[in-house]
């Protein structure tokens, strides 16, 4: 079965720090995956696309990389606003989400 | 702009059916795949499947074949996914959501509904 990890799994980190948040594919996806955003009580949104691919209007402080197999996404400069889970997904004969990451603020 | 609205919480028993529906506006009905998501309390998101609004085609995630029939309505611009045999797992926020691009393989979920509470409860 086709499976993506996350890690980690939450973290916590201060306003202004650089936090990067790993996506492992269980096959290749060339680069055929996307992040997305989810504060308590809200829809995802769409951060990245086509693994990194800023979707419009999202700050330029988040951002992707990565390509067959393994994927980061990373957020330069924390900002309050910022606390949510992450979520990349993949669409490979249907969509598939990682577990997401929890991101607090210290 | 584009908008997703899609009906009101349901309270369903064990064994029932529960049809959820989510209306579109703000852009061409039948040039966007519509993807339904759900998320059970506390946990992550899980795929349920999509349908095409144009010739009304589907693909269901293999956890929800047999069980999910999703609809579309062209003349209200509306797209329907019913559920049945409802357990108390199936207690989640079922989200509508339209796809980013008009590509022929959908790809990813960028417009979404407000999502619809079904409870399973005895």
């Known amino acids: 079965d086709f499976q993506m990890t996350q890690s980690p799994s939450s973290l916590s980190a201060s306003v202004g720090d650089r936090v990067t948040i790993t996506c492992q594919a269980s096959?290749?996806?060339?680069?055929?995956l996307n992040w997305y955003q989810q504060k308590p009580g809200k829809a995802p949104k769409l951060l990245i696309y086509?693994?990194?691919n800023l979707e419009k209007g999202v700050p330029s402080r988040f951002s992707g990389s990565g390509s067959g197999r393994y994927f980061l996404f990373t957020i330069t400069s924390l900002q309050p606003e910022d606390i949510a889970i992450y979520y990349c997904?993949?669409?490979?004969?249907?969509?598939?989400f990682g577990p997401g990451t929890k991101v607090d603020v210290k | 702009q584009v908008q997703l609205v899609q009906s009101g919480a349901e309270v369903k028993k064990p064994g029932a059916s529960v049809k959820v529906s989510c209306k579109a506006s703000?852009?061409?009905?039948?040039?966007?795949?519509i993807h339904w998501v759900r998320q059970a309390p506390g946990q992550g998101l899980e795929w349920m499947g999509i349908?095409?609004?144009?010739?009304?085609?589907?693909r269901y995630a293999q956890n929800f074949q047999g069980r999910v029939t999703m609809t579309r309505d062209t003349s209200t611009s509306t797209v329907y996914m019913e559920m049945k045999n409802l357990i108390s797992q199936d207690t989640a926020l079922y989200y509508c959501?339209?796809?980013?691009?008009?590509?022929?393989?959908?790809?990813?979920?960028?417009?979404w509904g407000q999502g619809t509470l079904v409870t399973v409860s005895s």
């Open positions: 959501a339209r796809d980013r691009t008009r590509s022929v393989v959908p790809t990813a979920p960028l417009f």
């Open positions: 703000g852009y061409t009905f039948t040039n966007y795949y």
């Open positions: 349908i095409n609004p144009s010739g009304g085609t589907t």
């Open positions: 096959q290749d996806v060339t680069n055929n």
């Open positions: 086509d693994a990194s």
């Open positions: 997904q993949h669409y490979r004969m249907g969509l598939t």
